[in-house]
């Protein structure tokens, strides 16, 4: 993340993000391909904005469905299953960042065919 960068999203959206990224990147990645931009060259919160947005237009049409997209991500059974949710030790929060560019950097070197 870049420094003055701003996440909105509490650490277990993020996290619920991320699960929802890797579950479903075939169809995310395919979706942005269409378009011909590649998702992980965003900023970190502009890709969260991504997936959440993606999300979003899939349920959009279920019963209840963005209702219950938002309280698994924001709701308040979220903050009832945990006492702190955003109580995360800065060392578990810089690593995750890394493993995350680590990760954009060798998609984006083996997208452009670098080795």
């Given at each position: 993340?870049?420094?003055?960068e701003v996440v ?22 395919g979706t942005c ?43 308040e059974q979220a ?37």
């Amino acid at each position: 993340m870049a420094d003055g960068e701003v996440v909105e999203f509490s650490y277990p959206a993020v996290a619920g993000l991320i699960r929802i990224a890797d579950e479903f990147w075939p169809e995310i990645d395919g979706t942005c391909a269409r378009t011909g931009f590649d998702p992980l060259g965003l900023p970190f919160d502009r890709f969260l904005n991504l997936i959440y947005s993606w999300a979003c237009e899939r349920v959009q049409y279920s019963e209840n469905g963005r209702t219950e997209l938002d309280d698994a991500l924001f709701g308040e059974q979220a903050r009832r299953n945990r006492a702190e949710p955003d109580s995360v030790a800065p060392e578990v929060v810089e690593e995750e960042m890394a493993l995350f560019q680590a990760f954009s950097t060798e998609h984006s070197q083996l997208s452009r065919g670098v080795s």
